[in-house]
């Protein structure tokens, strides 16, 4: 018979930054539900810039710490002492294959959980020296992960290994959304802020200004529907970078179309902008279960993708998704995007909020399946009763 938890769940997060992303928001609303049910959650983060983040006084204000620890010689030294002084009932790491160092850290210390959580899909080409890279990572993973966990299927065979389904540790763990963060409203009118007017065409994109993400494309799309007759004009929404912010305008000049293109930069209300989008255009080319993706189509707000595993994963479970090849031409997306724009104008915002609170990507859900896992390895704990047999417990949410 299981322990019963009756006390404080003590848990290490580890995250590449604390930034406004994907993997730190959806970690960000996950806290409310953990902490509520006995969660202390504390973050490490492993930014040599961002450092603790901009989303630390949110952890603070649920009882948690954020200790920024660059990746440098220390680090393991730095860590340890950490897991010595937190005494953590679980490490849970979500830093793909290098989740395997501060896990196999966490093993030493005697950490009963010991959480693998892999984001994205990984199926970019690799060269020799990421082959063996990831080839070491997935041996340490196999040595010291009690658990393995992936937002989607892809991300687990393209991320952790093609056989992750024969691997009891492993399920997958679909990113919770909280509609409440994205119903509240923006103190800004959108095509006020931007100067368009009613008739134009708002297209926004939500993302980090990095590489895979491909923000450029937007003014050859923004040109390809002025070819269309159709006025539009695009809002970045994200953690800016100036090389790539820099691309991006010198593609809108490129196109004739820089005084249609808008670096807002992160922004704390991107619901309340995304309700007043026309549409949402999602062009990065690696992902795992895209937020930039779930978010519009969970207010109901059509989106045009690039043809990724993770985006179809979405596109299957929710309508308002128009999927285009990756390397497809401007002109294609810009057919897609009138497509998605004639779903966001036929979808209430109420229908699909009730669509979404009753899809498997609902954020109870997602905060159910977290707390089993950490109730788990809590009773593990010397006190709590003996650890439960990892070989005979049953995946939760696998999806298989």
């Given at each position: 018979m299981r322990a019963v938890v009756t006390g404080r769940i003590r848990v290490l997060r580890v995250v590449g930054e604390l930034n406004y992303g994907g993997t730190e928001m959806r970690t960000a609303e996950l806290l409310p539900r953990l902490a509520a049910a006995g969660v202390e959650l504390h973050l490490v983060t492993l930014s040599d810039t961002v450092g603790p983040g901009p989303l630390a006084g949110l952890v603070a204000g649920h009882g948690g710490t954020v200790t920024a620890m660059p990746l440098d010689v220390r680090f393991p030294a730095r860590l340890l002492r950490l897991l010595g002084r937190?005494?953590?009932?679980?490490?849970?790491?979500?830093?793909?294959?290098?989740?395997?160092?501060?896990?196999?850290?966490?093993?030493?210390?005697?950490?009963?959980?010991?959480?693998?959580?892999?984001?994205?899909?990984?199926?970019?080409?690799?060269?020799?020296?990421?082959?063996?890279?990831?080839?070491?990572?997935?041996?340490?993973?196999?040595?010291?992960?009690?658990?393995?966990?992936?937002?989607?299927?892809?991300?687990?065979?393209?991320?952790?290994?093609?056989?992750?389904?024969?691997?009891?540790?492993?399920?997958?763990?679909?990113?919770?959304?909280?509609?409440?963060?994205?119903?509240?409203?923006s103190p800004d009118d959108l095509r006020a802020l931007i100067g368009a007017s009613a008739a134009d065409l708002v297209c926004v994109t939500v993302g980090r200004a990095s590489p895979e993400k491909r923000r450029w494309l937007l003014p050859p799309i923004l040109a390809a529907l002025r070819d269309r007759g159709v006025s539009a004009h695009a809002v970045f929404v994200g953690p800016g970078d100036r090389a790539d912010d820099e691309r991006v305008r010198a593609a809108a000049a490129a196109a004739g179309v820089g005084d249609r293109v808008h670096l807002?930069?992160?922004?704390?209300?991107?619901?309340?902008?995304?309700?007043?989008?026309?549409?949402?255009?999602?062009?990065?080319?690696?992902?795992?279960?895209?937020?930039?993706?779930?978010?519009?189509?969970?207010?109901?707000?059509?989106?045009?993708?690039?043809?990724?595993?993770?985006?179809?994963?979405?596109?299957?479970?929710?309508?308002?998704?128009?999927?285009?090849?990756?390397?497809?031409?401007?002109?294609?997306?810009?057919?897609?995007?009138?497509?998605?724009?004639?779903?966001?104008?036929?979808?209430?915002?109420?229908?699909?909020?009730?669509?979404?609170?009753?899809?498997?990507?609902?954020?109870?859900?997602?905060?159910?399946?977290?707390?089993?896992?950490?109730?788990?390895?809590?009773?593990?704990?010397?006190?709590?009763?003996?650890?439960?047999?990892?070989?005979?417990?049953?995946?939760?949410?696998?999806?298989?």
């Amino acid at each position: 018979m299981r322990a019963v938890v009756t006390g404080r769940i003590r848990v290490l997060r580890v995250v590449g930054e604390l930034n406004y992303g994907g993997t730190e928001m959806r970690t960000a609303e996950l806290l409310p539900r953990l902490a509520a049910a006995g969660v202390e959650l504390h973050l490490v983060t492993l930014s040599d810039t961002v450092g603790p983040g901009p989303l630390a006084g949110l952890v603070a204000g649920h009882g948690g710490t954020v200790t920024a620890m660059p990746l440098d010689v220390r680090f393991p030294a730095r860590l340890l002492r950490l897991l010595g002084r937190l005494r953590p009932d679980v490490v849970h790491a979500d830093c793909a294959n290098f989740s395997g160092v501060p896990l196999a850290l966490g093993a030493l210390r005697g950490v009963p959980g010991r959480v693998a959580h892999f984001r994205g899909d990984d199926n970019r080409h690799r060269n020799l020296r990421r082959r063996v890279y990831r080839l070491i990572g997935e041996r340490l993973l196999r040595i010291v992960a009690t658990d393995i966990l992936g937002v989607s299927p892809s991300s687990l065979t393209f991320g952790y290994h093609p056989g992750w389904r024969d691997d009891p540790r492993c399920q997958v763990v679909l990113n919770g959304l909280d509609l409440d963060r994205l119903r509240r409203p923006s103190p800004d009118d959108l095509r006020a802020l931007i100067g368009a007017s009613a008739a134009d065409l708002v297209c926004v994109t939500v993302g980090r200004a990095s590489p895979e993400k491909r923000r450029w494309l937007l003014p050859p799309i923004l040109a390809a529907l002025r070819d269309r007759g159709v006025s539009a004009h695009a809002v970045f929404v994200g953690p800016g970078d100036r090389a790539d912010d820099e691309r991006v305008r010198a593609a809108a000049a490129a196109a004739g179309v820089g005084d249609r293109v808008h670096l807002l930069g992160p922004r704390e209300d991107v619901g309340g902008l995304l309700r007043q989008a026309d549409v949402v255009v999602h062009p990065s080319c690696l992902e795992g279960l895209p937020g930039g993706v779930l978010e519009p189509v969970a207010l109901g707000v059509g989106t045009v993708a690039a043809d990724l595993p993770g985006v179809r994963f979405i596109g299957a479970r929710l309508p308002g998704v128009r999927i285009v090849a990756v390397d497809a031409a401007p002109q294609v997306w810009a057919r897609a995007v009138g497509e998605a724009a004639a779903h966001s104008a036929s979808t209430t915002v109420g229908v699909a909020a009730a669509r979404f609170a009753g899809s498997v990507f609902a954020i109870d859900r997602a905060a159910a399946i977290h707390l089993e896992i950490y109730r788990r390895w809590a009773s593990a704990r010397p006190g709590w009763g003996p650890a439960p047999r990892e070989s005979s417990r049953p995946p939760v949410g696998s999806g298989r």
